[in-house]
């Protein structure tokens, strides 16, 4: 299993929190590429089918932060 930003994205819009389940389901209603529903299918089933509250429980290192983006935001605002 691997994410990289692109494939994670098309989790963003996901209805959090999602269990396993409803996260393949979402995948493949919003026509996302077959490694993300492949990546959701290879996650640790948990028990009770417990949720996972946003994709950083899913991928640690999302970056969330301008600052994960490598990236100067005060250089391009007026």
């Given at each position: 299993m691997y994410w990289t930003l692109e494939l994670a994205s098309h989790l963003e819009?996901?209805?959090?929190?999602?269990t396993k389940e409803e996260l393949i389901d979402f995948a493949f209603r919003t026509g996302a590429p077959l490694e993300v529903v492949e990546n959701l299918q290879q996650l640790e089933n948990r028990e009770n089918e417990e949720?996972?509250?946003?994709?950083?429980?899913?991928?640690?290192?999302?970056?969330r932060d301008d600052e994960d983006f490598c990236w100067n935001r005060d250089e391009y605002e007026l």
């Open positions: 819009d996901a209805p959090w929190p999602a949720a996972f509250e946003s994709i950083e429980e899913i991928w640690a290192d999302y970056p």
